[in-house]
């Protein structure tokens, strides 16, 4: 089976950097990914990680440690429009691209 | 343009309905998806479906079966709907060889009573 944990709860300021972090175990795996869920929208894709190091994608940064199945999502210059919900998830297999969910991180942005 | 779309957007019916949610894609992805998240915000994949492969997730009931009648559409059939099915579901498109990324529709919120 597939198990992926992450803080349910993070609280930062605006402005500052918080980072997001998501350890899993999982019977294949073939990449890292984090999508973004604002209240009542639909999960938005952010970054793809299959390969070990760090990825950046303007604001936002994504790692990966595959000998340590751990990755992270890295935010930098909070913004209030970033408190939202965010998952990581792991595609499990070659063919097919089946996302499995982790338990979603609730960031909330205070000024 | 919306990408991916669904209806409808709200669903409320009674426990042992059936009912059918549809899905289009315009962006001209080969496969397709249905994603249920819970009350907690849990997401959890119920099929990936392209024109060659249907993957079904072992824990899903066999009352839930999509239906594609082309690339760019993959409707959901429930057949006796329980308390248990209220939840949002998604669909969500994405190549089979890569990028990876998938893009999801607005959702369609089912509430059964």
């Known amino acids: 089976g597939q198990s992926l944990e992450q803080p349910s709860e993070v609280t930062a300021v605006e402005g500052a950097i918080v980072q997001i972090n998501c350890t899993y175990q999982t019977s294949g795996f073939y990449g890292l990914s984090w999508y973004q869920q604002h209240d009542g929208g639909a999960p938005t894709f952010l970054s793809y990680?299959?390969?070990?190091g760090l990825e950046e994608t303007g604001r936002f940064s994504s790692f990966l440690s595959r000998s340590d199945s751990y990755g992270y999502l890295l935010l930098q210059e909070l913004q209030m429009k970033d408190s939202a919900s965010y998952f990581c998830a792991v595609r499990d297999r070659g063919g097919a691209n089946n996302l499995f969910f982790g338990t979603g991180t609730r960031l909330t942005v205070i000024p | 343009d919306t990408a991916v779309s669904q209806t409808p957007k709200y669903l409320v019916t009674q426990m042992g309905n059936d009912k059918s949610i549809k899905c289009e894609q315009n962006?001209?992805?080969?496969?397709m998806y249905w994603y249920k998240q819970d009350s907690k915000k849990f997401l959890k994949i119920m099929f990936s479906?392209?024109?060659?492969?249907?993957?079904i997730n072992e824990t899903v009931p066999n009352r839930f079966s999509p239906k594609s009648p082309d690339k760019a559409h993959l409707n959901l059939h429930i057949n006796s709907l329980e308390l248990g099915d209220s939840a949002v579901y998604f669909c969500?498109?994405?190549?089979?060889?890569?990028?990876?990324?998938?893009?999801f529709g607005p959702g369609t919120r089912l509430t059964v009573t």
């Open positions: 990680n299959a390969l070990d």
């Open positions: 479906y392209n024109n060659k492969e249907l993957i």
């Open positions: 969500a498109s994405s190549l089979r060889g890569g990028p990876y990324e998938q893009y």
């Open positions: 962006l001209g992805h080969d496969t």
